[in-house]
């Protein structure tokens, strides 16, 4: 099973500020990684796909890079409404499908 | 617009059986270009996938739930479901259903299953 860890656990960051939130996996899952958005009692939603593919319902503000075992999740600058939990999710050696524990982003 | 709506009890007893059903609305289950899963997130933590399901019934699931785990699709009702049997309190998390077989662009609003006698 393809373990994922993201980091940092928090971030603070303040409206319009850049946030780089960042997440790895125990071994190579080539581009096949997710992030999906999560805010308090909602599901979450589909974000990026293929490490760097925006679904369309989000702005160009959010960018994903990376390949094999290190992904990077920009906000360029942060706006009220991107303040929620990222999780990244691995696609590429499956089952399992397996998610990262998230990065809470928050207001400092 | 695709939505996809969890249904069932919010409390099971440990060793009984969890059952929910997902019913699909604005698309068909029968749909040939999509798959139909099952992900649950345990309070304060990240997703687990479950499983996934095919309308020709054809499914995967996690193999730490394999040995409990039954998914079925009704496409009469536009409606796919999960059972998870011998349930413990670890089972215990918000249940969503979603469509996509590996990335997953629809979900439930989630269902809080709790596992307590």
């Known amino acids: 099973e393809i373990v994922m860890t993201q980091s940092p656990a928090t971030l603070s960051v303040s409206p319009g500020e850049r946030a780089t939130l960042s997440c790895r996996a125990s071994e190579s899952v080539s581009s096949n990684l997710a992030w999906y958005q999560q805010k308090p009692g909602q599901a979450p939603r589909l974000l990026i796909y293929a490490a760097s593919t925006r679904a369309t319902a989000f702005p160009a503000r959010f960018s994903g890079s990376g390949s094999g075992t290190d992904f990077t999740l920009t906000i360029s600058s942060l706006q009220s409404e991107d303040f929620a939990v990222y999780y990244c999710?691995?696609?590429?050696?499956?089952?399992?499908?397996?998610f990262g524990p998230g990065t809470k982003v928050d207001i400092k | 617009q695709v939505q996809l709506q969890e249904s069932g009890p919010g409390l099971v007893k440990p060793s009984e059986t969890l059952s929910l059903t997902c019913t699909v609305s604005?698309?068909?289950?029968?749909?040939?270009?999509?798959?139909w899963s099952w992900i649950r997130q345990p309070p304060g933590k990240g997703p687990e996938w479950i499983g996934y399901i095919y309308n020709s019934g054809s499914s995967k699931y996690n193999p730490s739930l394999k040995s409990r785990v039954t998914m079925s699709v009704d496409t009469s009702k536009n409606q796919f479901s999960l059972k998870l049997r011998s349930v413990t309190a670890a089972d215990t998390a918000v249940y969503y259903c979603?469509?996509?077989?590996?990335?997953?662009?629809?979900w439930g609003q989630g269902t809080l299953v709790t596992v307590s006698s």
């Open positions: 979603a469509r996509g077989i590996t990335v997953f662009d629809y």
């Open positions: 999710q691995q696609y590429n050696n499956w089952p399992p499908l397996t």
């Open positions: 604005g698309g068909s289950v029968s749909s040939g270009s999509y798959y």
